[in-house]
């Protein structure tokens, strides 16, 4: 019977089809899911899903059959989505559970379809729930030790930029830039904000990483005092952006980066009250809401709205070095200051 299942597609009802629960994919672009559905109402389905068969007890006695997707969530949705009844399924028998999650990544990277983040969540998965070593999940994938190695370092950014990213409000290229902050949350975030809504490149990303990298081991080597850092790391948390203390043999500098007049008036106003409360990084959230982007019928308005979002700020990299980079994207080892 198995060799039967596995060698012939049948025909199924897309609503005894569950959802597989070791499915990498977490997002699905809406506009070509529907592009999908859109072709499937004009030439059907015409690459077969895969699934596994299960028999449960209905209440009351007796077997209801149903059926848990392995392979081909995004054409389940978008036939659904298509009012597509019936699809056509390989049935596949005696897949364990890291079968399956094997199964559903693979399929996924072969084709394209995981970002980089949903990627990252599925090595993590083989690597926490079924105890694969790196290296063995290279070998299933295709690609190498320090790959999978380095595409698990983007999960301990934060969740905004973990999110920014999934949503491609940046590129894979910006997340070694990002990564050199990991000891400085604040200033990683700060340029993570900049990145988004000034459109940073990543070389221009990268310069500004190992300037604040290269600042902070200056005032390790000729700012020794304790005190004067976190003065430093006071003003940042109080006015909400990158301040710099240089120090000199006789008093010294404090520079405060600014977006717009407005910031400078901001600035002044803690200045002069100084007990008044204001939440970290909102000198730069109030420079996005006022003017990150203007409509054309309204230039003069915020633009932050659920109808307009922000252009992926560029990759500035030539594709020799994008494919140089491939296997070493987020490693830092070699993004010396």
């Not at 109402?41 to 209801?64: A, C, D, F, N, W």
């Not at 059926?67 to 009012?83: K, V």
């Amino acid at each position: 019977m198995s060799n039967i299942y596995s060698n012939s597609i049948f025909w199924i009802d897309t609503d005894k089809i569950k959802p597989n629960p070791y499915q990498p994919r977490r997002d699905f672009d809406e506009a070509r899911l529907q592009d999908l559905a859109d072709s499937i109402k004009q030439y059907g389905v015409l690459q077969p899903l895969t699934v596994s068969r299960m028999e449960k007890e209905k209440e009351g006695g007796g077997l209801i059959t149903e059926y848990e997707l392995i392979a081909g969530e995004r054409r389940l949705r978008a036939a659904i989505l298509a009012h597509v009844s019936q699809v056509p399924v390989i049935i596949r028998t005696g897949d364990t559970a890291i079968m399956k999650l094997e199964l559903a990544i693979i399929e996924n990277l072969q084709r394209e379809d995981l970002n980089v983040v949903d990627r990252a969540r599925a090595f993590f998965r083989l690597v926490k729930e079924f105890k694969f070593t790196h290296n063995e999940v290279a070998k299933k994938v295709g690609k190498s030790r320090e790959y999978v190695t380095n595409s698990l370092r983007i999960l301990t950014l934060p969740e905004e930029i973990i999110t920014g990213l999934s949503e491609g409000k940046i590129s894979d290229g910006h997340t070694r830039p990002l990564l050199m902050l990991a000891d400085h949350p604040q200033e990683q975030l700060v340029l993570f904000k900049e990145i988004v809504y000034k459109k940073i490149t990543v070389r221009e990303a990268e310069r500004l990483a190992r300037k604040i990298a290269y600042d902070r081991v200056r005032k390790k080597e000729f700012m020794p005092d304790p005190e004067i850092i976190e003065l430093e790391e006071e003003f940042q948390e109080k006015l909400g952006t990158r301040v710099h203390i240089d120090r000199k043999e006789l008093g010294g500098q404090i520079k405060i980066d600014f977006f717009s007049t407005e910031d400078l008036r901001e600035i002044l106003d803690l200045i002069n009250k100084s007990n008044t409360e204001k939440r970290p990084n909102e000198m730069m959230e109030n420079y996005i809401a006022n003017t990150a982007l203007k409509t054309p019928e309204n230039p003069e308005s915020s633009a932050l709205n659920s109808e307009t979002t922000p252009e992926t700020p560029v990759d500035d990299r030539s594709k020799d070095e994008v494919k140089a980079d491939d296997a070493d994207l987020y490693n830092i080892s070699n993004f010396s200051v």
